[in-house]
């Protein structure tokens, strides 16, 4: 009884220190997944050109095929530019026509100065004259001096008179001029006007890229342009679009938004390919969320760049971005 009594007690310290073995915690991993819209980097939308003047409809004489590749300064489209020449035609005779007035009005202006200078010198002269007959007056009767000073006072007013009629004249033959100059510039400023829209109606390529055709209203229905229609200016005709460089905008919940880091990694899968999968980093979100109305959930703009090509990738594809579960891991430890 002694030895067991003495036994127990050791044997339950033991089981007392003895370590309890207790099952693993699982790996707290977890990924964040987003939807988004696949952008290109570098796009350029190219519009129905907008030309000077009251031209309301063009006709499209050209276009692209959709999927081709360009380069700065190819041809994209054509419109029919034979308003604009027919324009620019009868604004060139009609400058032509007035720059001829012109010039025989400044002729026939310099003619008429020398004439009223000769006038003016005339009367100038008689003037002259009639005061040398005042000189007279001591030896000549009274009556012809009368007449002297009559003559001389006619000669004063007569001068006075002429002159203010030649700075008349000179006036109202230059404004006559200037009037011809001005509708002559008029023309000139038209026949620039119509030679820059000839110039506008040939559409080039802003940027070099691949071109993604443009859906606009003919009609009844919504489709491509097409060679013959009839189409207003600033409608859509294309997109270029450089398709080595693609990004996907993302809206990121107010929730997720601390999954992502600069340097974070991410998965994009395109919904009209399953079977892509495409590598991509984050590059940068909005500093401010936005919601919707009535709405309580936030959401950032975020944008991830895409690493890789592909020729399956292309601008307005929806896509989904899961962003890898090591970077998620990481920000949610630090």
Known sequence: MVLVSCERPAASVQAATTPVATPAAPDSKHEVRVTGVVQAVHASKVLVPAISGQYNRMTLTRMIAGGSKVSVGDPIAAFDAT?????????????????????????????????????????????????????????????????????????????????????????????????????????????????????????????????????????????????GDQLYRGQPLVSIFDPSEMRVRCSVGEPDIEAIAPGSKAKVYLDAYPDLVLPAHFEFASPVASAGLNSPIKTFTAVFRIDKTDPHLLPDLSAAVVIEPKAATEISKK
């Open 83 to 227: 308003v604009q020449m027919d324009a620019a035609r009868d604004a060139q005779a009609k400058g032509d026509d007035l720059g001829h007035q012109a010039d025989q009005k400044r002729a026939q202006n310099r003619a008429d100065a020398e004439k009223r200078a000769t006038d003016l010198k005339q009367a100038e002269a008689d003037l002259a004259k009639a005061q040398i007959e005042l000189r007279k007056g001591p030896v000549i009767s009274d009556i012809k001096r009368l007449e002297n000073e009559e003559k001389a006072r006619i000669a004063t007013l007569h001068v006075e008179s002429v002159k203010k009629s030649n700075a008349l004249h000179d006036q109202a033959d230059a404004a006559a001029l200037r009037i011809l100059e001005l509708q002559r510039d008029r023309q000139r400023v038209a026949l620039e006007r119509a030679q820059t829209n000839v110039g506008k109606l040939d559409v080039k390529a802003p940027l070099a890229g691949m071109v993604a055709l443009e859906n606009l209203n003919r009609g009844n229905s919504m489709g491509h342009a097409q060679e």
